[in-house]
């Protein structure tokens, strides 16, 4: 890519929103994880990282209703307590998920290698930055407060228990592009690292970016992802690429660091007046 171009100001673009865990903060999503599987064995239920992941992105509430329903989780807590979880279930151990992020938190949110920079590149090129999570408002503000400590701080934060739905619901994209003045959703990029991030930005109506190995479903560590060959890599991004396609998004990219050029890709279709395709 011109190196001049890359220096222009977006013409079209407005803003981009950002999700948090495994897209600038937590390299392999690993705070939530840990979260849900600490939770349930406390409760006698013990749940695997892959089934703690797999509603990843959704509501921490909505999250855990989502595991409870697992088949395999529902038949392990009828074992232990004689009937399948009932939402007062659902509430008792949200409440205590919430309890641990809480805690925890503070441990997960280093940036991710790259994010500064590029988030302040954007800046300099006037982007407007959000950001959302399905982090309840309590465990999203202690997030936000420990990464500015690291240089990452968003215009915006919208958490799950700020709207009525959270993902794949698009209330917390829309929260955020109130916020930030932007009124076509059209000139707004949502960038994520989960099924549950694409189909919000998709369903808002925005163009989507799609994380593949900083992020949940490679559920690797910095080092680990480090310690991969090219090759391996390679086939961990296309694998992932290939989910993230299917469930909507309109690119895919291996970490945020990667993000400018496929920005200045979408201003120039926005410019063309190409729009995003909408989920039905």
Not at 212 to 230: K, M, P, Q, Y
Not at 234 to 249: F, K, P
Request: charge should be negative; proline fraction near 5%; include cysteine.
């Amino acid at each position: 890519m011109n190196h001049a171009m890359m220096e222009c100001p977006f013409s079209s673009l407005q803003c981009v929103v950002f999700d948090w865990a495994g897209t600038t903060v937590d390299f392999g999503c690993q705070g939530p994880v840990q979260a849900f599987v600490e939770c349930f064995a406390a409760l006698g239920v013990e749940i695997t990282a892959a089934e703690a992941r797999a509603p990843m992105g959704m509501g921490k509430r909505d999250h855990v209703a989502a595991l409870c329903a697992l088949p395999r989780v529902a038949a392990a807590w009828r074992d232990v307590y004689g009937a399948s979880p009932t939402q007062a279930d659902i509430d008792r151990i949200y409440r205590r998920v919430e309890c641990v992020m809480s805690d925890s938190v503070s441990r997960y949110s280093t940036p991710i290698p790259g994010v500064v920079e590029t988030v302040e590149d954007m800046r300099r090129l006037r982007l407007r930055i959000g950001s959302c999570t399905g982090y309840p408002r309590s465990v999203g503000e202690t997030l936000a407060d420990r990464a500015r400590q690291f240089g990452y701080a968003p215009d915006v934060l919208v958490c799950a228990t700020d709207v009525a739905q959270g993902r794949p619901a698009p209330d917390m994209c829309r929260e955020v592009m109130r916020k930030l003045n932007v009124t076509d959703p059209s000139r707004a990029v949502k960038v994520g690292d989960t099924v549950n991030d694409v189909l919000e930005g998709v369903q808002a109506g925005m163009w989507v970016i799609g994380v593949t190995l900083s992020g949940s479903l490679a559920g690797l560590a910095e080092d680990e992802v480090a310690g991969l060959t090219e090759a391996q890599k390679w086939m961990m991004h296309s694998r992932i690429s290939d989910v993230l396609t299917e469930a909507g998004a309109h690119f895919t990219i291996p970490d945020v660091a990667s993000c400018l050029p496929v920005l200045r890709n979408i201003d120039d279709n926005r410019r063309n007046n190409f729009k995003p395709r909408i989920c039905k």
